[in-house]
């Protein structure tokens, strides 16, 4: 079984959104046979990555950064889905964090390091903002590891506000 986790932008725009699916369905069939995925479900890559390997048949592992993160983090136009993906998953991991803070993230992204066998990153390859626990700190994080990293960002992909 190979586990893959998914880290990216959570402001994909409304055109961007298929092309990213379409190169996620890519990445993972390979891996269709027995594929396991692991996500934070955040909106964007996230959700669209945990989508896919559901649509695909395979396992959907979700790891929640904190307590609040639902109450706290997930917009509401977001939480169908969130809470759709949450109850379609064969496993969900909520991390003992009271806030979703840096601590939690940092948390989260360790936890799908630690468990994957490959890295997806929806990534556009702008470094770090500064702000902990995103998508190119998670990059670094997983090819200093010694990880695999497939990048996503195919051709016409933009991100928004």
Known sequence: MTTLAVTGHTD?????????RAALREVLK???ED???ISCIAAGADSLFAEEVSAM???????????????AVV???DLPVFDHLNETAVEVQTLPYESADRAAYEAANSELLERADRLVAV???TPSTGRAGGTADLVEEARR????VDV????GAVRGG
């Open 57 to 71: 048949g395979g396992r959907l592992v979700v790891v929640v950064p904190s307590l609040d993160y639902r109450s």
């Open 12 to 20: 994909l725009t409304e055109k961007t959104v298929p092309l990213v």
């Open 123 to 125: 990534w556009d390859g």
């Open 75 to 77: 917009k509401p136009e």
């Open 35 to 37: 594929l396991t995925g």
């Open 30 to 32: 390979p891996y269709s």
């Open 152 to 155: 996503v960002w195919p051709d």
């Open 145 to 148: 590891a010694g990880l695999p």
